[in-house]
DNA sequence: ACAAAAGTGTTTACTTTACACCCATGA
DNA sequence: TCATGGGTGTAAAGTAAACACTTTTGT
C-alpha cells in the first residue's frame, strides 16, 4: 500500500499509434482483456511507473501490448474528465505516434487479448473516452501533416511521390494534382531522389528519400516550419 | 490519509499567463511562499482536486494565487520529468491564457507572497522546471498567434490597427509594415471598424472590433483555420 | 499494340511584398 | 506651422492552381 497525506490521482498513458499500409490510414487498437471495458476495443497504454516519463511510459506500454518499439512519438494532450475511469480517478497522457504499418507483426501480449489495425473509418467503439481521444488525434494528425515531415516516418526509407501523394490525400481526406503535388514536395528542398526505381504495374517510379539534414536546413533558412 | 495498492504521482497544474500592457509582452509570476524553491519566482499553479478537471484546477489555482479569474485558458502539455519536483513524483499539466494585462489588479494570496508581471525578456531565474515550461510556452504562443485569433485576447474589445500590430510584433520579435499589415488583417474577413476613434498624439485612429461571429464564418468557408 | 502508371512544362490566377504621399489632430 | 501618428493604392515578384501529352514497362 501506498499512502499520501493528499488524495493524488491515478495516471495512465495511451497511444494513438497510426499506420499506413499503402492504401489507406490506420489506427492500432487492443482488445482489452481485463476490466473495465473487459473486450472493448482502446488505445495501448496503462498506468504510469514512478521512475518513468510519461513518454517513457507509453513506450513501454505499447510494446508490452503490442510488441511496437522504438518508435517516434509526441504528447498530444491530457485527458483529465473527472468520471473518465469507473474504478477511480484517473487522468491519461495521449501520445501520438506514427509508423510503417508493416514493420510490426502487432500481437496482443500483457493486458491485451488482441492487438489489430482499424482503418480510421471503420472504427469499432472505444473504451472510456477515447473515442474523444481519437477525435483530438485525427484533429491533430490532419493539422501537422501540413506543416511538419510527418509523412516520412509512415513510409519506408524510400519512397515514390505517388505513395507519398496517397498519405497526403489519405490523411486530408482531399485528391491532389499529381503534377502539382510533386513539384511542390521537390520544392520543400529536402526530397532527394535516389537514382532507383520501383516496380509496380506501369512505368517504374523513381524512388525518393527524405533527408533529414536538409530538412534542417531548409527550416533554418525559411524561418517558418 | 489515502492509500493505494499501486503508486501515485501528485498531479499539478501551472498556468502560463501572458499580458499586454500596449507595449511589450509580459508574463505573470508569483514568489513562492512555501518550500520548496520558497521566495522563488514560478507560474501560478498547485495541486489538483479530486472533483476538478485540470482546466478547471489551473483557474482556480490562478484565482487563488493572482486573483486573476475568468479567462481563456487551453492546455500546454504535461511536464513529467521524474525528478521536477524534490518532495515526491510530480508532474503538471500546464495551460497557456492570455489576458488584458490592464484588466487585473494582480495580488499574491494563499501560497504565493507576491505576484507580478514580467516583461518576457527580463524574467527572473524560475523554480522547478518553469523555464523549461517557458520556452515551450513562447514557442507556442509564437506559432499559435499566426494562425489563430490569439491576440484579440490581449487587447480591448476595440483596438486600433497599431496596437494589433505592436501585439503581433512583440511576440514574434519582428516588424511589418503598416499598410501591408493593415490590409492583411482587414482580408481575413472578421475585424470591423466600429466608427469611433482613439485619439492620442496625432491623427486619431480608428477603432476596430474583433467579430466572433464572422470568424467561424471565415474558418469554415476557407477550411483552413 | 494496348493497358497501366509515371514523368514533365506552361499559362493563369492569386497572394505577398515593397514602397511614399497626404490627412487629422494638438501643441 | 510643425510634429506626430494614421490612412491608403499600385506595381512587381513570388507562389499556387489548372491543365494534357509523352514515356516506360508488362501483357
Known sequence: MYSYKYPHPAVTTDCVVFGFNGSGLSALLIKRGIEPYKDSWAFPGGFLHM????????LRELREETGVRDIYIEQLQAFTGVERDPRERVLTIAFLAFVRQDDYEVIGGDDAAEARWFPVDELPSLAFDHAEIMRVALDRLRWKIQYEPLAFRLL????????????YEAVLGQTFDRRNFHKKMLAMGYITPTGDSLQNNG????????DAELFRKAIENKKVL
Open 51 to 58: 521512475d518513468e516519463t510519461a513518454e517513457q511510459g507509453a
Open 203 to 210: 512505368r517504374p517510379a523513381m524512388l525518393y528519400r527524405f
Open 156 to 167: 519506408n526509407s524510400t519512397f515514390t511521390m505517388s505513395q507519398l501523394q496517397t498519405i
